[in-house]
Nanobody, 126 residues
Framework: QVKLVESGGESVQAGGSLRLSCVAS????????MGWYRQAPGKEREGVAT???????TYTTAVEGRFTISKDNAKNTLYLQMNSLTPEDTAMFYC????????????????????WGQGTQVTVSS
């Protein structure tokens, strides 16, 4: 069982930066796949960035070059550094983790994830 708690979301102006954190109650090293997903008002939840057990990242095209996913196994924490934010980034951001193998990070598929956080709101104003 893994409990995920996100934090770091807030209201910022376009061009600003935020760093989201996701603290896992269990051992992060047991998670084969982890990721950040977001849901904007009136839209379906979509993949933002994922990271495999070895730290290999995958990004959706819309955030590549602006966002960086990373994890600190010693702190059981997943991060999402977000730079050059735009109003299109406004959404509820969710952290996800999967401890069963196999799982795939390259496709940003979300159906495979067993554990989800409650979300943290990011609002970007123009």
């Amino acid at each position: 069982q893994v409990k995920l708690v996100e934090s770091g979301g807030e209201s910022v102006q376009a061009g600003g930066s935020l760093r989201l954190s996701c603290v896992a109650s269990g051992d992060l090293e047991n998670s084969y796949c982890m990721g950040w997903y977001r849901q904007a008002p009136g839209k379906e939840r979509e993949g933002v960035a994922t990271i495999d057990r070895d730290g290999g990242p995958t990004y959706t095209t819309a955030v590549e070059g602006r966002f960086t996913i990373s994890k600190d196994n010693a702190k059981n924490t997943l991060y999402l550094q977000m730079n050059s934010l735009t109003p299109e980034d406004t959404a509820m951001f969710y952290c996800a983790a999967e401890t069963s193998w196999p799982c795939v990070t390259k496709t940003l598929a979300q159906a495979q994830y067993t554990y989800w956080g409650q979300g943290t709101q990011v609002t970007v104003s123009s």
